[in-house]
């Protein structure tokens, strides 16, 4: 089954979140930081995707981000931001941290594909080789 890791300090919505995810036949690791989460997520070699809500104590999920990007390219695991709060997902800082995809909190039904997707063997390579050539095109002009 394909493993997913949620970072969420509320557990009212990580329990949401786990049941939601399990329905879509997901396989679910959840913690309760970004220092849990950075643990967690060099502790499992099998891990697609994690989901990190923003504001934590101790490590917010932008700083789990940062501090898994560069493993998770090589693994292959994509990294999503889920928050209520829109502003604080800048689309640029959330790019230059290694935030692949932002998702809106609560995580509903709408998401399904997204989130499907980005479990996807080959789908977080091929977001970086994207990102790379827009980065390309962009310095060549």
């Not at 560069?70 to 292959?76: K, P, W, Y």
Request: aromatic content about 2%; charged content about 25%.
């Amino acid at each position: 089954m394909t493993q997913v890791l949620v970072v969420e300090d509320t557990a009212v919505i990580r329990l949401a979140m786990r049941s939601l995810l399990e329905s879509w036949g997901l396989t679910v690791l959840d913690v309760t930081d970004g220092l849990e989460g950075l643990a967690r997520f060099h502790a499992e070699p099998a891990l697609r995707l994690v989901i990190t809500d923003h504001r934590m104590p101790r490590m917010s999920g932008l700083e789990l981000v940062e501090a898994i990007r560069d493993a998770a390219r090589l693994r292959g695991v994509a990294l999503a931001l889920c928050s209520s709060d829109d502003c604080a997902l800048q689309p640029a800082r959330c790019r230059a941290a290694g935030v692949q995809r932002r998702l809106p909190k609560p995580l509903g039904a709408a998401s399904r594909e997204q989130v499907l997707a980005m479990t996807r063997p080959g789908w977080a390579q091929r977001w970086h080789r994207c990102l790379e050539s827009a980065i390309g095109r962009t310095r060549a002009t």
